[in-house]
């Protein structure tokens, strides 16, 4: 379905080739994921297969590639539309038409398909991706999480014989993340649809593949059924190791579990598997991401008398001639307090961040702080408005944010950890620090090392006294930077409590070590469990 | 920013070509008249329609922006016009434009015109927006040129996203320490140029959707076609209406009715003929509203 054949290619005036000499036969019906750090050569990859490289972007390509047998090369992207459908990262320039309708339409139409096939075909795609009741809506109106469905039918409305997706979860929530996810292995078990997934969140999508091809400076470095891959990366890129598999292999199991499924399937064999939870997989550990005592007392304090870092009374966001976002939300953060906001596309994360700082006013209720709020939007390429990153911040605040060697490059040159930090450094201001630093989804599109050195900064800035206040779909991101989890649903907040309490025992909005070992959150905390079970066995 | 949104109207419910031809024979009928009270007419149909089509919160904002123009245009025009009888104020010598005296037949007739550009404005530019499904117009002119509608539609879909590009920028703007809530000139400047910047790379971005898609490809234009639709009730209405308006307004400019002299002296008889005329034109474009029968997509 898919070949290349010693595919070598280079961007235009770009020193390093993109891709470097990758082989690689994808089967009919198979499930790849491709996976790698940034900047690996995942996103060409996808690229050269529906042909925008070399036809769109130029530069110098070598080698063959066949999609859907046809040979890109001679066939346009256009052409090749026909039997690969694609999706990239922003869905707010994949959507190009102004209605739904008219957007799902627009693929089977271009393939020339009769007028009674568009209208089935419109139909299908709407039920299979939940979408039919937003067929009438006007495009420029919808969600990010909307706009990336629509995309994804648009891409799918013509049942292609092979599905090319780079990071297509990227603006979901973990609920219809998940769906997506089921939705394409649903489509690659019955219709036999080839599925070609670009993810940086390896645990959400490795149950469902069949194989593996991981990218390491534009080369093929690993290609593996999923297991294969995860004892790869133990060995050679532990940044793309899931959490389960860094359970696993913290607490000495084999082979690492490519999903929780597996996870579960191979404790129970060893008799690690405790249902229900017992007294010992109920009591979180103590860990830094569980809450400890002068951080509880911390946050009962702030809610008792001292002035909060950080606090919303009584808010209420209500849209003139629509819904109301946020319903009587309160919530106060106290100096140092690091809380994690997460709930569904829609509850009213990114609305409530806008209070925070004054973005957006309450139409009810009031917000307070003691100090500055620092707001990071999601998009850190927004902040830049000079052509140097020397005239964005001064020596010092670059020097303290680790870029001073970067001063002349221009700021959309960084790479997406750099870009963060800049933009991150840019909203900090100099001294005094924030009272409160809030971040609307700021791993988008990162790989787990930048998400690393991005936590490590925020409880950095927490314990310089900055309140941290993150919206975030990722709860594994949430779980290592957080001691707080707040869950908004319908412009409410449903839960408000430590991340070892809300971030285990779920379903959805759960760690994947918590999915695998009741009681535990990361890794660490989970593979510490599981020793003290193994020794448990072992006691006569 | 004015954008089309399907809403339960007559206007919205007919096929997006005859909705086009509505909003142009309103705008061509404006351009026939000189005469004041048939502008007024016309003015009551525009509005009216965009009401009864649910686009007048559309049209309002529009207005924010034609009032301004249309102002400006009233008040050059005396300015620069000799002409007229009734002087009503001597400005003297004004430098390289010599002798300048006002005029009440060029206040009039500025006025006349101001009114007209604000006319074609709604007309032509927030209820055309705000009620043309600009997707089947675009959809139905690939048959003709597949390449000049992949520029059509890139142009048209590029507005929205520098749209928003432009508003997030703006709210990273108000993000920074110290920076004022509202943004000065220099401020605005900024946030053009990182727009104008980024521009080329969102137009690549959405030109490489639009190719994947398979867009003008030869099997895209062959497949420019939708079902085979039957007139409905709104189109037949709006069709007629739109003929009706250029026929009334071509009709009274053959027979010399609402005729307009703007110099030397302002001459805009108004009798019976003029007022049925007026009468005629609101009824003509707003009687296809009165059947909101299957309005309901």
């Not at chain 1, 191979?266 to 010992?280: I, K, Q």
């Not at chain 2, 500025?110 to 959809?139: K, S």
Request: charged residues 20%; proline residues 6%.
């Amino acid at each position: 379905m898919l070949r290349f054949e010693h595919v070598s290619y280079r961007y235009p005036h770009a020193l390093e080739p993109a891709l470097h000499d990758v082989s690689l036969d994808i089967a009919p019906g198979e499930f790849v994921v491709a996976a790698g750090l940034s900047a690996s050569g995942k996103s060409t990859f996808l690229r050269a297969a529906c042909g925008l490289v070399p036809h769109f972007y130029g530069g110098e390509f070598g080698g063959r590639v066949l999609t859907g047998g046809l040979d890109t090369r001679e066939h346009g992207p256009g052409a090749l539309a026909a039997v690969a459908g694609t999706l990239f990262q922003d869905p707010e320039t994949q959507v190009v038409l102004s209605t739904v309708r008219a957007e799902l339409a627009l693929p089977l139409e271009n393939r020339g398909h009769a007028p009674s096939a568009v209208a089935r075909g419109v139909e299908e795609a709407a039920l299979a991706l939940g979408i039919a009741e937003l067929l009438e809506r006007s495009t420029h109106e919808l969600s990010g999480g909307e706009l990336q469905r629509v995309a994804l039918g648009a891409a799918l409305a013509g049942r292609p014989q092979i599905v090319l997706l780079d990071e297509p979860t990227s603006q979901l929530d973990p609920v219809a993340g998940d769906e997506l996810v089921w939705l394409l292995r649903r489509l690659n078990e019955e219709w036999g649809t080839t599925i070609v997934l670009v993810e940086h969140r390896l645990e959400r999508c490795l149950g469902a593949a069949d194989r593996v091809i991981a990218f390491e400076g534009g080369a093929v470095a690993c290609d593996a059924p999923p297991r294969g891959f995860l004892e790869w990366t133990a060995e050679n890129v532990p940044a793309l190791a899931t959490p389960g598999a860094r359970l696993f292999a913290r607490a000495g199991l084999r082979p690492p579990p490519a999903g929780v499924k597996q996870a579960r399937a191979t404790l129970r064999a060893h008799g690690l598997l405790v249902e229900p939870p017992s007294d010992v997989a109920a009591a979180p550990l103590a860990s830094d991401s569980a809450p400890s005592r002068p951080a509880r007392r911390l946050g009962r304090r702030a809610r008792a008398g001292p002035p909060p870092a950080l606090a919303f009374h009584n808010v209420w966001h209500e849209r003139a001639g629509g819904r109301a976002v946020l319903r009587g939300l309160d919530l106060a953060l106290a100096p140092g307090e690091r809380v994690a906001l997460m709930g569904r596309n829609g509850a009213g994360k990114s609305t409530l961040l806008r209070h925070a700082n004054g973005l957006l006013a309450p139409t009810r209720g009031h917000v307070e702080s003691s100090g500055r709020v620092a707001l990071l939007l999601q998009n850190p390429n927004d902040y830049f408005l000079a052509d140097r990153v020397g005239d964005e911040l001064d020596a010092d605040a670059l020097e303290r944010r680790g870029l001073a060697a970067l001063a002349d490059r221009h700021p959309r040159d960084l790479s997406g950890g750099e870009r963060q930090r800049l933009a991150l450094g840019i909203v900090s201001g100099g001294d005094p620090p924030p009272a409160a630093l809030c971040l609307d989804e700021p791993t988008r599109g990162m790989d787990r090392a930048a998400k690393g050195d991005l936590a490590t900064g925020l409880r950095a800035a927490a314990a310089a006294g900055s309140a941290v206040l993150v919206a975030t779909h990722d709860p594994e991101f949430a779980a290592v930077v957080a001691n707080r989890v707040v869950l908004l649903a319908g412009g409410r907040t449903i839960a408000d409590g430590p991340v070892a309490e809300l971030l285990t025992g779920g379903w959805y909005f759960a760690t994947e070590t918590a999915r695998i070992v009741d009681g535990a959150l990361l890794p660490e905390d989970g593979a510490e469990l599981l020793r003290k079970r193994m020794t448990l066995e072992v006691r006569p | 920013m004015i954008a089309y949104e399907r809403r339960a109207s007559p206007l919205h419910a007919a096929r997006a070509p005859v909705a086009a031809a509505y909003a142009v024979a309103l705008v061509s009928s404006v351009l026939l008249f000189e005469h004041p009270l048939a502008l007024v007419a016309l003015g009551i149909a525009i509005i009216g329609a965009g009401v009864l089509a649910g686009a007048g919160p559309s049209l309002a904002r529009a207005a924010l922006f034609a009032i301004p123009f249309a102002i400006i245009i009233a008040v050059i025009n005396p300015l620069v016009v000799r002409e007229g009888l009734t002087v009503v104020l001597r400005l003297g010598e004004l430098g390289p434009l010599g002798q300048l005296d006002v005029t009440a037949e060029a206040l009039e007739f500025g006025a006349i015109l101001g009114l007209r550009a604000l006319l074609v404005m709604l007309a032509g530019g927030a209820l055309l927006a705000a009620t043309v499904d600009a997707d089947e117009v675009l959809q139905r002119f690939r048959r003709i040129s597949a390449h000049s509608a992949l520029t059509a539609a890139l142009a048209v879909r590029l507005v929205p996203v520098l749209g928003r590009d432009a508003r997030r920028l703006a709210d990273a703007r108000r993000c920074r320490p110290g920076a004022a809530a509202r943004p000065g000139p220099a401020e605005r400047l900024q946030i053009v140029r990182a727009v104008a910047t980024g521009a080329l790379d969102r137009a690549l971005d959405v030109a490489a959707t639009l190719e994947v898609r398979g867009y003008a490809t030869p099997a895209a234009t062959r497949g420019a076609r939708r079902l085979r639709e039957p007139w409905s009730r709104h189109d037949l209405a709006f069709a007629a209406s739109a003929l009706g308006l250029v026929a009334l307004a071509l009709g009274a400019r053959l027979v010399g009715v609402a005729t307009f002299e703007a110099y030397p002296r302002t001459q805009a008889p108004v009798g019976a003929a003029e007022i049925v005329l007026a009468v005629a034109l609101v009824i003509v474009a707003l009687l296809p509203f009165a059947d909101r029968r299957g309005v309901e997509r």
